[in-house]
C-alpha cells in the first residue's frame, strides 16, 4: 500500500555533511508522523529525528540535537534529514518510516507501519 525509498547515502569525513531523502508513495500518502532510525549491526534501530505529517513539527533526540535536522514536503511526499558535523560514531544504515494509526509516540520501532530498506552512511576518522 505505501512504498517509501531512502537516497543520499555514502561515505563522508568526520566533520562534513550529508542529506538524505525519503521518497513516499500511495495514495492517499497521509501519514500521522515520519521519522528516521539508524541502525549498526547486532544492535536495536535508534531513533534520530522525526515529523509530524499535518503541521511539520520537528522533534531531534538529544543525541544528535544540533547537529541533525528534519524537514518535510506534504505536497512532493518528501521527508529530509540533514546531518552535519558527522561523526565516526553516526556510521550506520539510516531507514525511513511512516506511521498511520496515531500510535504514540512515534519514535520507536514498534509503533512504525511502513519502512523503507535503508541507505548506509559510513563516516571517516
Known amino acids: 500500500q505505501v512504498q517509501l525509498e531512502e537516497s543520499g547515502g555514502g561515505l563522508v569525513q568526520s566533520g562534513g555533511s550529508l542529506r538524505l531523502s525519503c521518497s513516499a508513495s500511495g495514495r492517499p500518502f497521509t501519514p500521522y508522523a515520519m521519522a528516521w532510525f539508524r541502525q549498526t549491526s547486532g544492535k536495536e534501530r535508534e531513533y534520530v529525528g522525526g515529523?509530524?505529517?499535518?503541521?511539520?513539527?520537528?522533534y531531534i533526540p538529544n543525541s544528535v540535537t544540533g547537529r541533525f535536522s528534519i524537514s518535510r514536503d506534504d505536497i512532493k511526499n518528501m521527508m529530509y534529514l540533514q546531518m552535519n558535523n558527522l561523526k565516526p560514531e553516526d556510521t550506520a544504515v539510516y531507514f525511513c518510516?511512516?506511521?498511520?494509526?496515531?500510535?504514540?509516540?512515534?519514535?520507536?520501532?514498534?509503533?512504525?507501519?511502513?519502512w523503507g530498506k535503508g541507505t548506509l552512511v559510513t563516516v571517516s576518522s
Open positions: 518510516a511512516a506511521e498511520f494509526n496515531r500510535n504514540w509516540p512515534p519514535q520507536v520501532p514498534a509503533n512504525m507501519d511502513y
Open positions: 515529523v509530524m505529517w499535518s503541521d511539520g513539527l520537528t
